[in-house]
């Protein structure tokens, strides 16, 4: 069975600062895909950044990266120069080499602060 | 980018009524769709996976019967409420995912049914 872990349910950083939001996972499927997306106060899912599980490189999207430590099967979020606009819900997800669908974690609220 | 279009977003229906969920990806073919339900300050939990031209797949827990769902179009997956209770009361979202667009699935903007 696939599990996403988010141990941040709330973090505050201060605007224009990085921040980083922990995801660890467990899966027993050889390959796999990581996730993460945003979702703000009017409910839609935003696509963030994804991870292949045999990506020699950290996933990069303009101000988001991927920190993926595959041995200790965590993939955290890094923000850079948060905005006001970063504030919102972020979800970890994986989905497995077998699957299509996802797994969610509990989600971390993020607010930035100006 | 690929957009999957959901309506409609809100829904406030009488307690024994019936409410229909459409989802629809636009400028691409989904054979596949998924159906997920979010209760507030909660994560993502999927109902169901919507495949075209055959019965959907429920995960476990989920009322088939309650939670109808049909795939007639390679654009279009349904979800239909049946007989509807305030505890069905939720955020409910669809996804599909344009392979040509990458890994992403994109979601759709998702409906908020009150029960009352």
């Known amino acids: 069975a696939q599990k996403i872990t988010q141990t941040q349910p709330g973090m505050f950083v201060q605007e224009k600062e990085a921040v980083t939001l922990d995801c660890t996972y467990d899966t027993s499927d050889p390959s796999y895909g990581l996730f993460w997306y945003k979702q703000p106060s009017s409910g839609e899912m935003i696509f963030l950044i994804y991870?292949?599980?045999?990506?020699?490189q950290n996933a990069t999207e303009g101000r988001y990266s991927l920190n993926f430590q595959k041995a200790r099967k965590s993939a955290n979020l890094v923000i850079s120069a948060s905005q006001l606009g970063d504030s919102a819900m972020y979800f970890c997800?994986?989905?497995?080499?077998?699957?299509?669908?996802?797994?969610f974690g509990p989600g971390t609220r993020l607010s930035v602060l100006p | 980018g690929a957009v999957v279009s959901q309506h409609p977003s809100r829904v406030i229906c009488k307690s024994g009524t019936s409410v229909k969920i459409e989802c629809r990806s636009l400028d691409f073919q989904a054979t596949t769709m998924f159906w997920y339900r979010q209760f507030p300050k909660q994560s993502l939990m999927l109902m169901a996976t919507?495949?075209?031209?055959?019965?959907?797949?429920?995960e476990q827990g989920v009322e088939k019967d309650k939670f109808l769902i049909n795939h007639a179009s390679l654009t279009l997956s349904t979800l239909t409420v049946t007989s509807a209770h305030p505890e069905d009361s939720s955020f409910y979202i669809c996804s599909a995912r344009d392979p040509s667009e990458g890994y992403g699935y994109t979601f759709g903007s998702g409906t908020r049914l009150t029960v009352v």
């Open positions: 997800a994986m989905r497995g080499h077998y699957g299509q669908n996802f797994v």
């Open positions: 919507s495949n075209e031209g055959s019965k959907a797949t429920y």
């Open positions: 991870q292949g599980s045999y990506d020699q």
